[in-house]
């Protein structure tokens, strides 16, 4: 297939001239390979990115790994491998200002930390976790600190889907039954297979040397440099949040499950993870974050959704984009993906902005992903 990125590379251009980003990179594959790279601003063709919440799928990847070996079941309760998770409450209100905690109605599973249905939160999503910490000073987790993923529940697990913390305890689930620190462990079944030699935990200093600054978005549209960070030193390898890696590296992960898997995973184990794994439970129809500066307003999408085993899923065709069952998901510093099985294509979009779902950024996005299909209806003659 031939695939003239140039209306991307164009979009991309612009966006940096017109100053709505510093930084911007975007891949393009589809089961074969890459189809398209381009870099623009300050994001040199290698540029390191922090993946953010991007971790998520590639530690769920790696759960999936232990589940398809046998050593781990979806169903087991998180407590009968980690028993300190076993130890949590859930935040059921305050007394004045003291947190009302009480023992959860049921008892959270593998599956659950992977739909986001476990009862856990993020402070900057919940006003109820917010305000615990500000009254307790418990750490949140982007202070590195491994003692933040004990803070309560939000929700009794298998309840409702909430953003949070469920990646990071699933993380300690594949270090606790691989034996190996979840970067290890990563490196040698995930990204070593897939070529993703340039992606890690803890970069070197020369991949710091390339990692793009994060930008703060301000009132006026302008970009300048952000106060916000994740942490340079952690005290775990952050399931949720604390992979680096470059757009290039990003587009094998897609491209291996564009191929069901491949290199990384039974074509089983792919197609059953991208199943809609949330039941009854049902997606909230927008997300209002607590901290503007970290997050804006995300939007109900105009789409049926769900959520598979570590991705977002969109349940049905999107015209002139992205096909039913496609999956995706993002990270806080407006980075994208998203796979599409149906139609043979997957896209990387990656910047360093705050807060997350910045519209410049959102623009450039939706005009990358048309950009990508018309390109690929234009190779798929009609029939």
Same mark, same amino acid.
């Given at each position: ?61 790696? $759960? ?40 959860? $109605? ?278």
């Amino acid at each position: 297939m031939t695939f003239n990125g140039s209306a991307i590379k164009a979009l991309l251009d612009d966006a940096v001239s017109k100053g709505a980003v510093h930084g911007i990179a975007a891949v393009v594959v589809n089961r074969s390979g890459q189809l398209f790279h381009h870099a623009a601003g300050e994001a040199g063709q290698h540029a390191v990115f922090r993946n953010a919440s991007m971790t998520k799928a590639v530690a769920t990847t790696a $759960a999936l790994q232990l589940v398809e070996k046998g050593l781990l079941s979806l169903d087991a309760a998180v407590e009968s491998i980690l028993p300190e998770f076993g130890q949590l409450q859930v935040l059921d209100g305050f007394d004045g200002d003291k947190p009302r905690l009480r023992a959860p $109605a049921s008892r959270a599973t593998v599956r659950q930390l992977m739909t986001h249905t476990a009862g856990l939160g993020y402070l900057f999503l919940s006003e109820k976790l917010k305000r615990y910490h500000e009254l307790t000073g418990e750490p949140h987790p982007f202070t590195g600190l491994k003692r933040s993923l004990s803070v309560p529940l939000v929700n009794d697990p298998g309840t409702a889907w909430e953003y949070g913390a469920n990646t990071d305890w699933l993380g300690l689930i594949v270090e606790k039954v691989s034996g190996q620190s979840l970067g290890s462990y990563i490196k040698q079944h995930v990204y070593g297979p897939l070529g993703m030699n340039d992606s890690t935990f803890v970069p070197s200093a020369e991949q710091r040397g390339r990692l793009l600054p994060v930008m703060q978005r301000q009132a006026d549209g302008t970009l300048a440099p952000s106060t916000f960070d994740v942490p340079s030193v952690s005290e775990w390898d952050a399931a949720g949040h604390g992979s680096y890696g470059t757009v290039q590296d990003y587009g094998r992960f897609v491209q291996a499950w564009l191929n069901d898997g491949a290199g990384i995973l039974k074509p089983a184990t792919a197609q059953m993870a991208l199943q809609n794994h949330l039941g009854q439970i049902k997606l909230p129809e927008s997300v209002k974050p607590t901290m503007p500066e970290l997050s804006n307003d995300v939007p109900a999408s105009p789409v049926p959704q769900s959520w598979g085993l570590g991705f977002h899923l969109t349940l049905a065709d999107v015209p002139g984009m992205r096909s039913n069952g496609t999956a995706d998901w993002s990270g806080i510093f407006n980075t994208y993906y998203w796979i599409d099985r149906s139609k043979d294509i997957g896209g990387v979009l990656m910047t360093q902005i705050l807060p997350f779902f910045d519209m410049p950024v959102v623009e450039t996005l939706i005009g990358f992903e048309a950009a990508v299909y018309q390109q690929v209806g234009a190779a798929v003659p009609s029939a």
